[in-house]
Nanobody, 123 residues
């Protein structure tokens, strides 16, 4: 199983970035997919998740209204569109896969992880 995250970078406050995560080696349609992030000195935190069919999305309060998760089951890919970025969004962003019909905000309940992509928002 491999989750390959990409799309991170350096952006100014108020800017946008689009992250992608390509999955291989797993029955993608059977997995809840999510994004987590980890800032220096902090624990990994939930950002967003999307159900297997893509019909329901969940967001952390801190990103609600600014971030949008989507998935393409034909391409085994998820995306995270991040708008109105703030310096506090600076972190390494990880995509994750959970073999369940139910989403979770707990990192420990996800089965597979990508390698992470750095997002830096300058003030």
């Amino acid at each position: 199983v491999q989750l390959q995250a990409s799309g991170g970078g350096l952006v100014q406050t108020g800017g946008s970035l689009r992250l992608s995560c390509a999955a291989s080696g797993l029955p993608f349609r059977n997995y809840i997919m999510g994004w987590f992030r980890q800032a220096p000195g902090k624990e990994r935190e939930f950002v967003t998740a999307i159900t297997r069919g893509g019909g329901v999305r969940y967001y952390a309060d801190s990103v609600e209204g600014r971030f949008t998760i989507s998935r393409d089951n034909a391409e085994n890919t998820i995306h995270l569109q991040m708008n109105s970025l703030k310096p506090e969004d600076t972190a390494v962003y990880y995509c994750a896969a959970r073999a369940s019909a139910y989403y979770s905000r707990l990192a420990g309940l996800y089965d597979y992880w990508g390698q992470g992509t750095q997002v830096t928002v300058s003030s």
